[in-house]
């Protein structure tokens, strides 16, 4: 990677990663590898990096010197108040956001098309969900933007609400216009929280959907792992001017981060910040541009559509991420998973999803032109192959909302068994049934199993959908809660 002179911006985390090493002490402390020892070759750089809280590596959680600065640099190059280093991910914000909402539990107001680690943030938190079932576009599955009038009304029918939880963008780059929403839930005294884990490279370049926090979000967490040059697990929480309890949200973030976090995975979101600075707009400007040019030729391959919201599409979504390439395929013979399959075996090229009806790339910044024409050519030599036909697609069953009849933490707590699924009607859920990726819940614990429900679970069970959360993989069996009366708070 090409990272900028370091005196211009420095990555003062990494820096002192590095001077470490080059001092060339015994090292007589954690990590028990001192260094890179019993592991093989391929660790040995990782490894010589792999340091702890001695003098002259700060402390995540006391920052004091490298960290605090590599912080104030984060935080300054996001437009945040204050910004947060993340170790497991995107779901440790988004449980710490939850753990931080004031009182025993706090009312929030969820569209349902969220990721499932709200799940932990409520169990942990004790928050009482108010889910607001989204719409979906009937092809694809695409989650459909949400509607700031429906927000507002639901804010002025319920005050106690303290907050709103949105999922922005999705998990396929479809944005929401989030401002409009922030100013009613501000008006209304509630949090505007976002989980804005796909987003973290957005706020390098204006072409790029608006990120969050410059639309007024108290809060957004971004998953720098996914779309920036960092080690799996880094992710960052960044709060805005507003964010009421500041305090409260760093006790949490201390509480279930563990006390030794990895140096090499903090350092890659320093260097990544600073990469960002340097040549994130440029990197970003020419896959921008590449990315429009190849969107519009896959989109001409016959059989093949590429999603797009602009144009008759607007009220789909407020911006799209061009770099999430999502096909949807009913003219070619093969489904989605045979396609990431073909993609696989035949032209080495991995789909980040694949669904009966539809294909989605993940393309990064980072991918060269000529890597794009390969997935290109690779396209068309697939729909020479198989397409010309009409392959009758159906209309993918909406993902239900089910009614909540215990409180996450209530239905946590419970004491559950196993029925068969065709036994579940009318029975409480024990389990999360979530379909990985994209890992938006269909039904959590505490959830009654009604027959759109059921249906949805048949329809999983039926096509094969890989799923988080059953312990029945094959779903012939679920989980259900015993029927003994509500759990203990
Ligand atoms: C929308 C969304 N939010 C949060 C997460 C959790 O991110 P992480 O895996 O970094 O914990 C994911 C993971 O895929 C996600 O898609």
């Known amino acids: 990677m090409d990272t900028a002179d370091p005196q211009e911006r420095p990555a003062p985390l990494w820096s002192s990663l590095l001077k470490y090493r080059e001092e060339g002490n015994l090292r007589l402390h954690m990590p028990g590898h001192a260094g890179g020892r019993g592991l093989p070759e391929a660790y040995f750089t990782l490894a010589e990096l792999d340091l702890t809280e001695v ?40 449980h710490a956001l939850f753990m931080s909402l004031p009182g025993e539990r706090p009312p929030v107001l969820i569209p349902r ?5 709200l799940w932990g943030g409520m169990v942990l938190s004790g928050a009482v969900p108010r889910y607001l079932s989204c719409a979906y576009d009937a092809q694809t599955g695409i989650p459909l933007a949400l509607d700031p009038g429906v927000i507002g009304a639901e804010l002025e029918a319920n005050p106690e609400l303290k907050a709103v939880f949105l999922t922005s963008p999705s998990y396929w780059g479809t944005s929401l216009d989030i401002a409009e929403m922030a100013d ?16 973290a490279h957005f706020a390098f370049h204006p072409a790029y959907p608006r990120p969050a926090l410059s639309q007024g979000a108290d809060a957004a967490v971004n998953g720098l792992h996914k779309t920036l040059p960092v080690l799996n697990q880094g992710a960052c929480l960044h709060i805005g001017r507003e964010y009421k309890d500041r305090n409260l949200l760093a006790a949490a973030l201390s509480l279930i981060t563990t006390t030794s976090p990895s140096f090499p995975l903090l350092a890659s979101m320093d260097l990544a910040r600073q990469f960002m600075q340097v040549k994130g707009y440029e990197y970003l400007d020419r896959a921008g541009r590449t990315a429009e040019k190849y969107r519009a030729r896959i989109d001409q391959i016959p059989g ?4 797009n919201p602009s144009g008759d599409n607007d009220r789909y979504a407020a ?13 070619i013979s093969l489904d989605g998973l045979q396609m990431a399959d073909v993609l696989r075996r035949e032209y080495r090229i991995q789909a980040e999803l694949a669904q009966p009806d539809l294909i989605m790339f993940m393309m990064s910044f980072l991918h060269r032109e000529d890597e794009w024409e390969w997935l290109h050519r690779a396209l068309v030599e697939i729909a020479g192959k198989y397409g010309g036909t009409d392959r009758k697609t159906g209309v993918i069953p909406l993902i239900p909302c089910p009614r909540m009849v215990l409180s996450p933490r209530q239905a946590f707590r419970q004491e559950r068994r196993r029925v068969k699924l065709k036994d579940s009607l009318g029975r409480l859920s024990g389990e999360m049934v979530a379909p990985y990726p994209p890992g938006i819940p269909c039904l959590l614990p505490g959830e009654l199993i009604d027959a759109e429900t059921l249906e949805y679970l048949w329809y999983i069970k039926q096509r094969g959908i890989y799923t988080q959360g059953p312990h029945d993989p094959a779903l012939d069996y679920i989980m259900v809660l015993e029927e003994t009366g509500k759990g203990q708070e």
């Open 55 to 94: 003098p002259g590596i700060d402390d995540l959680h006391q920052p004091r010197s490298e960290i605090k600065e590599a912080l104030r640099l984060m935080a300054q190059a996001y437009g945040a108040r204050e910004s947060f280093f993340l170790v497991n991910g995107a779901s440790s914000g988004i």
């Open 319 to 331: 911006g799209q991420d061009p770099l999430k390439v999502t096909l949807h395929i009913s003219g």
């Open 113 to 117: 098309n969220a990721h499932r680690s």
């Open 304 to 307: 093949m559509r590429v999603w």
């Open 184 to 199: 009613k839930a501000h008006k209304r005294g509630a949090a505007l929280l976002v989980d804005e884990a796909h987003g």
